[in-house]
């Protein structure tokens, strides 16, 4: 493994371990199924990419990443939750997910719904029972996340990318899209950090552009790989792009055209990164990062 495997395994590890003690199971006669389909969905596995950049971010400003755990199991909480009503049939329609059956296969719709719904609000106790703490920086952390999972954010992106289902659209649209329902909760992470750090105002801005250079290559390898992936290694359904018809990187570049957006914006989180050197950091993980964001095969 190199350098950026180990250090991201390390952090994804520290994930895994303290998920399950932030959803405890609770009697079924106590409404705890609930919280059964909560966590199948949850501790599923998975990247973890979302919480391990606010516990890498934390550590690049020189603070303690197990401080923040409860703030990156949030991250996790919300990504999960929005993976849950993505796949239901009113949505993405899907049966796949992290290599398993979606958790309304399982759970059936209902309880998926509520499952997703029960993580939305976990996440946000985690954040209160956590706040306090770190004085303002925690409700400014608090703050950052409500509006990138919001309607400013994540859910504006989930409704126009329905919207362009039946209205495609262009280039612009598509990365209006792309900024906010994939990007606002991979910036999230990076931004809830530095406010926790209190990290001053210029290195804040770096870690901003290098983070939402990353919500777009990350969306558009996910672009790719839906035409061009193993179902098996990526752990969900391929080609569902094209059968709903959705715009896409690919449909409107081919995957040629794709690749090179993409190295477009690898090249504009590397500037970021430049920038973050200069100002004395450590950037060796995020710059791994960027190299592994161009060749992802899940």
Not at 60 to 84: D, N, Q
């Amino acid at each position: 493994m190199s350098t950026f495997d180990l250090v991201y395994d390390r952090y994804r590890q520290m994930m895994e371990a303290s998920l399950p003690d932030t959803y405890p199971q609770m009697p079924e006669s106590a409404g705890g199924k609930v919280v059964s389909a909560a966590r199948y969905s949850l501790l599923a596995g998975g990247k973890r990419l979302r919480p391990v950049l606010l516990l890498a971010t934390t550590e690049l400003l020189g603070k303690e990443a197990h401080a923040v755990l409860p703030f990156a199991a949030a991250v996790e909480m919300i990504h999960t939750y929005s993976l849950i009503h993505d796949d239901l049939p009113c949505m993405d329609d899907d049966d796949l997910r992290r290599g398993l059956p979606t958790c309304h296969v399982v759970y059936g719709e209902a309880l998926a719904v509520l499952a997703g719904d029960a993580l939305l609000n976990r996440a946000f106790e985690l954040i209160h029972e956590a706040g306090p703490a770190f004085g303002a920086a925690g409700w400014k952390a608090a703050s950052i996340l409500s509006q990138a999972s919001g309607s400013q954010g994540m859910i504006g992106g989930q409704t126009l990318d329905l919207m362009a289902e039946e209205n495609p659209v262009d280039f612009q649209g598509l990365v209006s899209i792309h900024r906010l329902k994939t990007g606002a909760l991979i910036k999230a992470p990076i931004l809830m950090a530095a406010a926790l750090a209190g990290t001053d105002e210029q290195i804040t801005e770096s870690l901003e552009r290098y983070a939402d250079a990353i919500g777009l290559a990350f969306q558009i390898r996910d672009d790719i790989l839906d035409v061009t992936a193993d179902q098996t290694v990526l752990g969900k359904t391929i080609g569902k792009d094209a059968r709903d018809q959705k715009t896409t990187y690919v449909s409107l570049f081919g995957l040629a055209g794709s690749q090179a957006h993409l190295e477009q914006s690898i090249g504009q989180a590397r500037t970021a990164i430049a920038a973050l050197e200069k100002a004395g950091l450590d950037v060796s993980f995020f710059s791994g990062l960027a190299d592994y964001l161009t060749v992802r095969q899940s």
